[in-house]
Structure formats: C-alpha cells, structure tokens
C-alpha cells in the first residue's frame, strides 16, 4: 500500500532513499512545492530498517538560517508519519525546499497534504532494483573545474545498456558556499534538464543526488556518449546506476513533414508491432522504381523506410529472437553517427534520400556526408529514369493517394501520365501509373 492522492493531496518526491545513520541526506527542491497554494501538513511513507535501532527523522527547511520543522522525531515501525506545518513554513519551503535526514530508515514517498480529506495507508516496500557502482573514489570539483567523467573511452559498459527508469545516484559532501551538483551531457557539459541538477546544503554529512533517466532522447546520449558529473563546491565520492524490473529500452525515431524517412540504428533491434509508425525495407530496384516491403521486427544495424505523421516516436527494443529480413535489403545503415556516402561506381551505385514534399531517392556523384541514424540504397545497377524521379512502391498500398489522382484527372480530361505519387511523367517507361483516370501497368 501507499500514500494515495487526491485533489488535495500531492506527491512531491517518490523513490526509495535509504538514510543510514544520519548521513545520507534526502533533498526536496522547493520548484516541488510551486504548484501548493496552501498545506497543513507533510506526510513521509517510511520502512524501518532495523526494528533494534533507534530509528528518528529530521526535517529542516533549506533557507539561510535552516530553519528546523522537526527533530529527532520517533520512527516506530513502517507507515506515514505527519508533521504539521504552518503557513510561515509553507512559504519559506516553497522559496527553498527542504532536507530530510535521519537514522535506520528508508523514505520512499514524501506528501503535501492541504488536509481536505486525501486518504493515507500504509507504504509500499519499495522495488528492489540492482545496482551497479560506476565509479568511486575522491574528486572535488572547485569551482566547476574538478569532475567524473564517465563518458567517451571512459564510459562505464552498464550505461552502454541503461534503461528508461534507470536512476543515476551521485554520493557527495560540501566543501564550500553556493555547493551545485549536476548530471551532465559530454557534449557541452550542461544538465541533461532541470531534474539532472540542484543546489546542494551547506552540511557535514555526505549526501544523495538521484536522477531519473525519463525519456528516450537523454537516454540515446548515455548509451552511447556517457555522463559527466559536475558540481561547485562539493567532493565528489561515489555514482552509481540502478535499473529496474520495469525499466526499457528504447530508440527514437523522428518523421519530418513529409510524413517519410530513413532509419537505423547500431545496436538495437526495434519492434514496430504496435506502433503509429510503418517501417519497410528495399525488397526490390529496378530502372526508376523502388519496391518497399513492410516489416514489424527490424535487426540492429539495418536501413529501413519509416512512414507516419511528422513527430519523434519512441520506439520499444525487441526482445528474444530477432528473425533476419527474408531476400535482400537495398537499404543501407548509417547507424549511431555522422557518416559518408562514396561516390558511385559501375556496379555500385548509391543514392541518397530527400524528405521533401516529394520524397525519393537521389544518385550520389561525390562523396556525401549524411547523419546519424539515416539510411541510403546502394544498387548494383543504375536506377536513375530519364526523366521524372524514382518512384517508392510500398507494397501494402494498395490507395494511398490513387483514388484522389484518379479523381483530378477525370475530371480535368487530362490525357497525361502520372506516377503513384501523383508527379507528370512526360515518357513513362516500364511501371504503374495513373492515365486517365485509371490506373495502368506499362510492361
């Protein structure tokens, strides 16, 4: 069980934060408390770790004076513990947070209640998740000048696998005023978000900063590229990554306006079952015309098309055996970084993608950069028509688009050529085409 919430009652903090004796120091940032209008009083969901300890807790509000709302408070057994608060202390814990400390406890949830009727019972046992230590030692930071850094050549394998609902915990202790803590991107060293940092108290004990990774965005950068812990003004002395039951992975996958894109990735494998997105691979090339064959469970390291509404989609890993692509796949992958198309030769020609208003594929005559997680088709003859562009066939289209060309055509009478994507084609060779208002096969 657990502190339920109602209208009237908000959840400020949730994890699990184990307190030893008195020095390992639980922070509540007061933008936590900004959307409280009024409260009459905190509640904390404890366990008690050693029933044969004297287990207390301690809350003190985080301002200049740091003001004590209680003290060596008795905790007799697992449950929800109240303290009262007054308006003063409501005003002061939303301008500077608060600090909770204590002994031979665990802390999973903590509670504003305005006392209007929000239903308390007892604390779940919080899930046991497995930690892996990625670093430990002694590094102080100065001035932001000193850090970890586990990043690059230096990244620890388990962030190479971390997880949405991973939880970065940095152990630490000040060494001066205005002490920050901060989880940093390598690249340019500022906080993945506003979560990834905080203003640290001013105390003799070593203390926890934890960080949850909550989106896939932050966490493609921590797979591949790392993390730098940073700070003013603290010792950094250990970090560690705890993963979950529930944790996932996952990739993200962005769809510009044209509704179509290239993809790949490195390392994962990617389901796309169940997903608002339509993944295919290049089943089939011939002379102006690209043959495209759905796939829902796409291998690591492969070049696909995706089709959907303009967004970024995370994408779930997937799991067991991976079945490989039945024939031959055209499309190449990039993978995970910046990489470079060659120059076409005979009996290896390579084309680029264009996510225009007219999507298609473009011969590549020089060495061309293209990004990360993008694809392009290699062939082993030219494709290139003499004129108009090639055309993309998916082959679980079966309208998309036909019935409106159909319908411009008779009623204009025109007597023109058009491709499947609705563009004039002046001398249509061999492949499907719409001609007034019926769509035919020129073999």
């Known amino acids: 069980m657990a502190v339920t919430a109602n209208a009237e009652m908000t959840t400020v903090w949730e994890g699990t934060h184990e307190m030893g004796n008195w020095d390992k120091v639980l922070t509540v940032e007061a933008a936590k408390f900004s959307s409280i ?15 044969d300890q004297y287990s207390q807790y301690k809350v003190s509000i985080k301002d ?41 406890y665990t802390i999973t949830k903590v509670v504003v209640d305005t006392g209007e009727g929000g239903e308390i019972t007892p604390p779940d046992t919080p899930e046991e998740g497995t930690i892996t230590e990625l670093w430990k030692g002694s590094t102080a930071t100065g001035d932001w000048k000193g850090l970890v850094a586990l990043s690059y050549d230096n990244k620890p394998a388990a962030l190479a ?35 990834a940092e905080a203003v640290a108290t001013i105390q003799d004990n070593e203390q926890t900063f934890t960080y949850t990774i909550e989106n896939v965005a932050t966490l493609e950068i921590i797979q591949r ?34 509704g179509i894109a290239t993809y790949s990735n490195s390392y ?40 959907g509404d303009a967004d970024t989609y995370e994408i779930p890993v997937a799991t067991g055996d991976i079945p490989a692509i039945e024939g031959t796949n055209y499309l190449k992958a990039v993978g995970d970084w910046d990489g470079k198309i060659t120059a076409s030769i005979d009996e290896i020609y390579h084309y680029s993608f264009t996510e225009t208003a007219t999507p298609t594929f473009s011969l590549v005559t020089q060495d061309t950069e293209i990004p990360a997680h993008k694809a392009y088709l290699e062939t082993p003859t030219n494709i290139t028509p003499e004129t108009g562009s090639i055309e993309l066939v998916f082959t679980d289209d079966t309208s998309t688009g036909i019935n409106e ?21 002046e001398h249509p060779t061999k492949g499907i085409y719409i001609h007034k208002g019926k769509k035919i096969i020129i073999r």
């Open 405 to 425: 060309i159909e319908t411009e055509v008779q009623e204009s009478g025109d007597n023109s050529y058009y491709n499947l994507q609705g563009m004039r084609v």
């Open 225 to 258: 590229d790392g993390i730098l812990v940073r700070g003013k003004n603290i010792t950094i002395t250990k970090v560690e990554l705890t993963t979950y039951e529930d944790s996932y992975d996952a990739a993200s996958v962005t769809i510009s306006k044209a």
């Open 268 to 307: 994962k494998a990617l389901d796309f079952t169940n997903s608002d997105v339509k993944a295919y691979y290049a089943s089939n090339v011939e002379k102006g015309k690209v043959t495209l064959t759905p796939i829902s469970i796409v291998p690591a390291y492969t070049g696909i098309i995706v089709k």
């Open 37 to 51: 209008s009024s409260a009459e009083k905190l509640v904390l969901s404890v366990l008690d770790d050693d029933e």
């Open 64 to 104: 200049d004076s740091y003001t004590t709302i209680i003290d060596g408070a008795t905790i007799n057994g697992d449950g929800n513990y109240e303290i009262s608060l007054t308006d003063e202390q409501v005003n002061l814990i939303k301008t500077y947070g608060i600090d909770i400390n204590g002994s031979y």
């Open 161 to 195: 696998t971390a997880k949405i609902g991973d939880v970065i915990t940095v152990n630490y202790s000040t060494t001066g005023e205005d002490p920050h803590v901060r989880i940093a991107n390598p690249n340019g060293w500022e906080a993945f978000d506003e979560k």
